[in-house]
Each structure stands twice: as C-alpha cells, then as structure tokens.
C-alpha cells in the first residue's frame, strides 16, 4: 500500500483511535490510546481535556511509525469525536475545568429550571433534542450557577471536538452535527436557535463559529505538527460527531438504513433526508455530517462503559493476569459469561448507571441487576 493517506481520530469516552487510510479508504494501520473517566461523584463524569490532545499526540506519533513514504504522504486529518460534552475555555482556548463528558448528569436542577419557563414540547421544536440534563448547555449553565468565578472568565464554550480541533489547527469552529449535541442548535437551518440561546441566556458570540464536517480549515499548527510527527502542511478538516462518523463508515447513509453504534455508549441511529420530529420524543433528530442528511436517534444506554466499570471494580483477579502477560482482561471477563446459555439463567441487568435514554429519557434511573439470589454464578 502506498500514499497519499489521511488520518481519521476518533476521540472518544474511554480513548482516542487514530486510523491511517490510503486514498482509496483502505485502512492502513491503527493506533490506540487509552484514557480514564473522572467520577467525582455520583452522576458525575470529567475528563481532563489535555488527555484528549496527548493521546492524538501520542497516536498519531505510532502511526507514523508505519508509514513508509514518511510523514509528507499523510495529507489530511479529520476527527469524529465523542459528543454532548462541555468544556469551559478561557479566550486563549485553555480549559478552565475538566470537561463534563456525555453521560454527567449533575445538571438536572438546571434543566428543571429551564422546563419551568419552557415547555420540553417546544425546547425540543426549536432544537431536536430533549430538554435533558445529559446535553451539553444545561452543564454550561451548571457551571454558571455553582462555579461563578470560573464562568465569569470563560470565553468560549464548545464541545469536545471543537476543542481539540483548536488543538490541532488553532482555529475555531464546530460542525453542524456537533453543534446540534449543545442542544442550541436549529437542525432544520443549522444555525443557532435564538429562542432556546435568549431562555438560557447565552450569548451566541461564545460559541464556535459553525461549519460543514467536510470544511478545511487550515493545517495543522507547528506545534501540533512537532507533537505527531505530521508535516506543517497537512490539511484540517473540521470533522464530526462520532455518532454521525461511525454511521458513516457502517455505510449507512440512505433513508431506512439503521445502524446499532456500539462503543462506549450504544445509541441507535437511522438516516433521513429532512428534519423529523418525534411526538414522543424519545428520538432526536441532528444534522448528519452529510449536508444532504439528518440523523434520527437514540443516545440509548452505557454499554462498553458498563463493561470497562464491571473489569475495573469487581475483576483484580483478571486485571492482575493482564499485568502479568497472560491474556487480555477483558477477554478473561468475557470468556466465562460466553459459556452461559442463553437467557443467562434468569439473570437480567439494566444498564442504567448513568441515566436511561430508553424506554424513556430519565436521569434518575439507575443500574440494577435482578435474578433469584439462589442462582448467580460467579461467572456473571
């Protein structure tokens, strides 16, 4: 295989996997970096956004590694990245605080509120999204309310992937599909819905400056390109939603397609060619990266998280095998649970440990595991 390539991050909830593809969409190589989840308390999720660029950094760096022709055949770098996060920047872009990532839900008394002078009905009219606390303005407001000195130095807010595009490319900006996770954002004009910005009252020049997934916005600044490896040419564009890119590359993108998103989280998403709205507002609707498009979906519930938590809490054993050269933790964990039959023995599990989006939107739900006590075995 032989350039040009351009380089796809997805910087997600858990990690950052940089891919390397030739001009053909062939992949390359990949480079995975890991990273933690903050929970500083229950129903709150951080992450320090500095992680985010050291792990571009630091993959970028080993894909480099491979590439043969050296870093000039690299001609591009774009990112899907996780959405419904918030990160508070000063006016040079630095974060004020850790980022509260997609699943924080300690905005619910701020989303309360604003359901007091807006009717979720009408909130989700102007912007396609519920009136609920896991979408990013209502931690803005958070921060509004219970952290002051710090709001009052902010200057920006954005989600994660305007963020570490700035990183990447010094510029500014976010894509329509990004935007739309804000849950300010029109998905029937993508631009700012003024309505829902004058009932939060938030002034839009705080916010990136919106544009297609596919725009190029420069290239990749010299410090970034010292960082990785890449060549101060190489192109930026500005990239999307990880919802809407890992969508894409399942290759669903025409009417009726949908597609089951697992990672992290497991939303399910299916394509339409205008604007829907829900009557029963259990599905959301959001620009697609393609402009032609929208996304209907469903954020649904932790799924790879809960997994990650179960090997992390309650599996050192397996853990301090991984340690010792003697298999993947996971696949220790999982190896057992395969042998179950199917039904698991009457054992159920409601993924719910950060909130439920399905049957229903409700931040209270929490996670619960049900069976007769007489027939759990350990192998769960």
């Known amino acids: 295989m032989s350039g040009p390539y351009v380089i796809g991050c997805d910087v997600g909830s858990q990690g950052t996997n940089s891919a390397l593809y030739s001009a053909d969409g062939t992949l390359v190589a990949s480079a995975y970096q890991a990273y933690d989840v903050v929970f500083p308390r229950p129903g709150w999720a951080e992450q320090d956004p500095v992680l985010w660029t050291r792990a571009l950094h630091a993959s970028i760096r080993r894909l480099l590694e491979q590439v043969p022709e050296g870093p000039s055949s690299v001609k591009a770098l774009s990112f899907g990245s996780q959405l419904d996060g918030m990160v508070v920047c000063d006016a040079k872009g630095r974060a004020l605080r850790p980022a509260m990532i997609w699943m924080d839900r300690r905005a619910e008394a701020q989303a309360a509120a604003l359901a007091e002078r807006m009717v979720p009905r009408e909130f989700y009219h102007h912007v396609g999204a ?48 990004n935007a739309s996770s804000l849950a300010l954002l029109d998905p029937r004009s993508r631009t700012w819905s003024q309505p829902v910005l004058d009932a939060v009252n938030i002034d839009a020049r705080m916010l990136p400056e919106l544009a297609p997934a596919t725009s190029r916005v420069g290239t990749v600044t010299q410090q970034f390109a010292e960082a990785t490896g890449l060549t101060p040419e190489t192109a930026v564009i500005v990239g999307c939603g990880d919802e809407m890119a890992a969508t894409l590359g399942a290759g669903v993108y025409a009417p009726g397609e949908v597609c089951d998103v697992v990672g992290t989280a497991e939303p399910v998403c299916a394509v339409s060619t205008r604007p829907r709205e829900d009557q029963t507002m259990l599905v959301e609707c959001h620009p697609h990266a393609d402009p032609s498009s929208w996304l209907l979906e469903n954020p649904g519930f932790v799924s790879g998280g809960n997994l990650r938590w179960w090997r ?4 050192p054993v397996e853990r301090d095998a991984e340690a010792r050269g003697q298999g993947e933790a996971y696949d220790l964990v999982t190896a057992p649970a395969a042998q179950v039959p199917a039904g698991a023995e009457g054992l159920i599990f409601l993924p719910c440990m950060q909130g439920a989006m399905a049957p229903e939107w409700n931040g209270a739900a929490r996670g619960v595991f049900t069976a007769s006590p007489w027939r759990i075995p350990r192998r769960i």
């Open 130 to 177: 519920n009136l609920d606390s896991s979408h990013a303005v209502f931690k803005a407001l958070w921060v509004r309310d219970e952290q002051p000195e710090i709001f009052s130095r902010a200057a920006t807010l954005m989600p994660p992937g305007s963020y570490v595009l700035r990183e990447a490319s010094g510029v500014l900006a976010v894509d329509y599909s």
């Open 312 to 315: 992390d809490q309650l599996c």
